[in-house]
């Protein structure tokens, strides 16, 4: 019955490649699943860090805090 999960980087400084597959694995087993990633909280550093790892977000929605997260998905559902 779930049909969005967020998933809280707020707290994460920096993503090793290690760290960043876990994350990706992790969205990519809930999209098998049906249910609609949310990553939220990902620092510049770490997002440009993702970006040199070349992890592939698609099908990943992103969100810049939490509560934007929150809100985007009580309005739409995701």
């Known amino acids: 019955r ?3 999960a967020i998933l809280d980087l707020t707290g994460v400084g920096t993503l090793d490649t290690a760290a960043a597959s876990a994350i990706v ?3 990519s087993a809930l999209r ?3 249910v609609q990633p949310v990553l939220t909280g990902i ?3 770490a997002a440009a860090a993702l970006a040199e790892l070349g992890v592939d977000f698609s099908g990943i929605v992103l969100s810049g805090s939490l509560q ?4 985007r998905v009580l309005r ?3």
């Open 43 to 45: 620092r510049p550093s």
């Open 25 to 27: 694995a992790a969205a």
């Open 32 to 34: 098998l699943r049906g």
């Open 2 to 4: 779930v049909h969005t």
């Open 76 to 78: 739409r559902g995701c």
């Open 68 to 71: 934007d997260a929150i809100d």
